[in-house]
């Protein structure tokens, strides 16, 4: 992501969080591996009620993420004046480091469950979860031999099976 794109992200997000009169504070800024697959911008933004942001699960953060992207993502087209060209910018926002800590917190849980799963040869399933955070399992237990994952149910009550496999 271009320098111009990283700004056209921070000046929007300050300008969402001054539309909703809530203060936070840019401490960060860092590009991210996501799984192997591409580097996403991201800025952990710092305030003093991080509950209001984040909401119960980071439902309010997955919401304010939705709409900057919806915003971020007109803006570049607008700048570009090309419907034809991709304008995605990748990008993520973090509060606090909640989803840093979410994501350290996920991994240590799936690592303790697949040496599980690989000991007792049974399958486990896991308390539903987002789809950032199924993501996350399936990634963690796609570096691993002998394990497998699956995803059932529906909509919130959606969780991940983590399987052992023969090989």
Do not use: W
């Not at 504070?25 to 984040?54: A, F, S």
């Amino acid at each position: 992501m271009s320098e111009e794109n990283n700004k056209l992200v921070k000046e929007t997000v300050i300008e969402l969080l001054d539309i909703m009169g809530l203060e936070a504070k840019i401490e960060e800024e860092r590009i991210e591996d996501v799984g192997g697959e591409r580097e996403v911008y991201t800025i952990n933004l710092i305030t003093e009620d991080p509950n209001l942001l984040i909401g119960q699960y980071g439902s309010n953060l997955q919401s304010l993420q939705h709409i900057a992207s919806i915003i971020i993502r007109r803006k570049a087209l607008e700048k570009s004046g090309d419907e034809n060209k991709d304008n995605e910018t990748k990008f993520n926002i973090d509060i606090n480091d909640y989803k840093k800590q979410k994501r350290e917190s996920i991994i240590k849980l799936v690592d303790t469950i697949a040496n599980q799963v690989v000991y007792n040869k049974n399958s486990v399933a896991l308390r539903p979860m987002s789809a950032y955070e199924r993501k996350m399992v399936h990634l963690e237990i796609s570096l691993r031999d002998n394990l497998t994952t699956e995803s059932v149910g529906d909509d919130l009550m959606r969780k991940v099976i983590i399987k052992y496999v023969e090989e």
